[in-house]
């Protein structure tokens, strides 16, 4: 079998992504907060919904294919991408609440699929338990939450320090180190299973907009230690778990103990993926995405 590591087919470079382009203001728990997002294609709704440190352009390797036959949106999180930080305390739950608030002001029908990366995963989540009639189906890819869900107090303080301390640093030396492939790969060891394969131009979408989000280190805070797993058995709708079996940051235990916990949960996993699977194995990522959507929704018809 041909490997299909980091295999794009180059769709996402022949598209002026800023005629896509839309912002809206959304009144959630997070108080009134306008939001950056992409919009492509017609038909059932797929929202994608970024990690921690990323944004819609996590997703570029997916939009164009999901959207042959969907209306496909993607997201930048308050705080995140071009969205501004939120007026209030971000919290998962209120994130969460967002989340369900901006389907709602796109006018996205209950037949929409949820689909969450990482910390978008776990948020996800939380939209999904607090309304389950809003979304169809839910795919949770590489979702945190379980895996740092014992954190402190302490702990949590802790990482707050480490995370401040490293963004200036990290920002400048993305800066620096992009000219030099070494130097580059080294950069982003912990996200992909090879990085020297990713694409120059998928990196420096990935790492450009990361860098200096303003929501990085109260989203970081409010991710670790938030227990959601007593819950996980509220999520009704049909779920499906992507995760790459390299993944350093959600390692593959996370993901078998959702599928313990969430009743109608599915596993895909990819090997030899790391963390940001959507990039690494963007064809079977799309595949299993739109198999499953498509799959649920006509058995919902029936």
Not at 60 to 67: F, S, V
Not at 283 to 301: C, I, L, Q, S, Y
């Amino acid at each position: 079998m041909t490997d299909d590591y980091a295999r794009s087919d180059g769709e996402w470079l022949r598209i002026d992504w800023a005629d896509l382009v839309g912002m809206e203001e959304v009144e959630s728990d997070l108080g009134s907060t306008p939001v950056n997002y992409v919009e492509l294609g017609e038909g059932p709704a797929i929202l994608m919904v970024h990690g921690l440190g990323g944004s819609w352009r996590n997703w570029l390797e997916n939009i164009p294919y999901l959207a042959r036959s969907h209306r496909v949106i993607a997201l930048d999180l308050p705080g995140f991408g071009t969205s501004p930080l939120p007026e209030k305390q971000i919290t998962i739950r209120s994130y969460g609440d967002f989340l369900v608030a901006f389907a709602d002001r796109l006018d996205l029908g209950p037949d929409t699929a949820l689909v969450g990366h990482s910390m978008g995963g776990f948020i996800s989540t939380e939209a999904a338990i607090a309304r389950p009639e809003r979304f169809s189906s839910l795919v949770l890819v590489a979702a945190a939450g379980i895996t740092y869900a014992r954190m402190t107090s302490s702990q949590k303080d802790m990482a707050q320090v480490i995370v401040k301390a490293m963004m200036p640093l990290a920002s400048s030396s993305l800066e620096r180190n992009f000219g030099r492939s070494r130097l580059r790969a080294a950069q982003f060891a912990g996200v992909f299973a090879h990085p020297t394969r990713i694409s120059r131009e998928m990196l420096w979408e990935l790492g450009s907009y990361a860098v200096d989000a303003p929501g990085l280190i109260q989203a970081a805070y409010a991710l670790a230690g938030y227990d959601t797993r007593d819950r996980l058995p509220e999520i009704t709708i049909p779920t499906l778990l992507i995760w790459g079996s390299k993944d350093l940051l959600v390692p593959v235990p996370a993901a078998f103990a959702y599928r313990r916990k969430i009743p109608r949960a599915e596993l895909s996993l990819l090997d030899d993926t790391g963390h940001m699977i959507q990039m690494e194995r963007p064809a079977r990522f799309n595949d299993d995405v739109e198999e499953f959507v498509d799959r649920h929704r006509r058995e919902a018809g029936d």
